[in-house]
């Protein structure tokens, strides 16, 4: 049985692409059959992320089009070998996905035995944002604990409890999950940021995961290693602790509460 | 809460501001959503209309799409102010 999760926003530059490559690690590491599969197309950015950028050949549309098979355009990756990459396409014709290619291409996943795909969203509420969202069973939606990404988050729970194949077939909408990423637990004390409870209050759906704002996920995408491996790292934790609740586990919340300040800094500062 | 924080200007919580903001922005939108686009401009020219007679806040008018097996119900409730309220909340 395989699953379908999308990897979603609305806004641009709140980690999806991050979230998709460290989630799929994680699922991969984990034991299972994944592939992730990027959905920007024009502005690929998976296999920067993931760092096979240079081992990419055929990508999505490619294969698409028949111009090249799935295994050609499958890129396994360098740490696991049940995860496998599917980059998206450079193309600058926006028509280039379509419901029919992509639901192919997804359904030949299943046939392969995957146990898991992950859709990395593009931005928007275009076309390849609908397409990720279409075949998805569950969708993890990333946002950030500021008032544009709350807002655009809401837009994008409407439309994927309406405009997903589930929903169209009217098997209701699939399980999602909030991820808030770039979280600073002393900004939320201090008043100056909305926190977990606010967010998942606003928005109401139960919450994956909280990623905490850190400067190894900077680290990890300049080298090309998702976070998640950084294992040293407190958003690689926080994405270790965010697949084992994507796989069931009862995982209690790290990294969402401030340090607690010693007696020389709660009486002159920092 | 350090010993040097009374001495300094108290920031404002701004994430309360965020919070509150959102939390009517959202539900306002989420009425409208599944809603012709129209909703939002009609719900803007009945609140223009109303002006011209009485004082009300931007919250005054409230639309919701009420769908069942007969079609779909535009709904739309007005919230009045209290008499003897002279300004209304403005808006």
């Not at chain 1, 890129?75 to 379509?98: G, P, W």
């Not at chain 1, 808030?180 to 004390?189: A, I, K, S």
């Not at chain 2, 003897?84 to 808006?91: L, N, P």
């Amino acid at each position: 049985m395989t699953e379908t999760i999308v990897i979603t926003s609305g806004k641009g530059g709140v980690g999806k692409t991050t979230t998709s490559a460290s989630l799929s690690a994680g699922l991969a590491q984990r034991g299972h059959k994944t592939a992730v599969i990027d959905f920007d197309v024009g502005l690929r950015n998976l296999d920067l992320i993931m760092g096979c950028e240079r081992r990419v050949v055929y990508d999505f549309v490619n294969v698409i089009h028949g111009e090249a098979t799935l295994k050609q355009a499958l890129i396994r990756d360098k740490r696991h070998d049940n995860l496998y990459v599917l980059a998206a396409s450079q193309t600058r014709d926006k028509d280039a996905l379509t419901q029919d290619g992509v639901g192919r291409v997804l359904d030949e996943l299943k046939q392969d035995g995957f146990d898991y795909i992950v859709c990395d969203s593009p931005a928007g509420i275009e076309k390849g944002a609908h397409l990720a969202m279409y075949f998805s069973d569950r969708a993890v939606v990333v946002v950030n604990p500021e008032v544009s990404s709350v807002r655009d988050s809401d837009r994008i729970l409407g439309l994927l409890s309406s405009k997903t194949q589930r929903a169209e077939k009217g098997q209701g909408a699939g399980a999602q999950h909030l991820l808030l990423t770039r979280y600073n637990p002393v900004r939320v004390e201090a008043g100056e940021m909305m926190s977990v409870g606010d967010v998942e209050e606003i928005l109401g759906i139960p919450v994956l995961g909280v990623i905490p704002e850190s400067e190894n996920v900077l680290a990890a995408s300049n080298s090309g290693i998702p976070v998640i491996h950084d294992a040293g790292s407190i958003a690689g934790q926080a994405y270790a602790d965010a697949v084992s609740r994507l796989l069931g586990e009862d995982v209690s919340m790290r990294f969402v509460d401030a340090p607690k300040k010693g007696f020389f800094k709660r009486m002159f500062g920092t | 809460m350090s010993l040097l924080d009374f001495l300094r200007p108290r920031p404002k919580n701004t994430a309360n501001i965020a919070r509150e903001r959102l939390r009517i922005i959202v539900a306002q939108e989420r009425v409208t959503r599944d809603g012709p686009d129209y909703l939002p401009l009609l719900r803007n020219e009945l609140l223009e209309v109303i002006r011209k007679y009485v004082h009300v806040g931007a919250e005054a008018v409230q639309i919701n799409v009420e769908r069942s097996s007969e079609g779909e119900v535009l709904e739309l409730s007005v919230a009045l102010p209290e008499p003897g309220a002279a300004t209304g909340t403005g808006g």
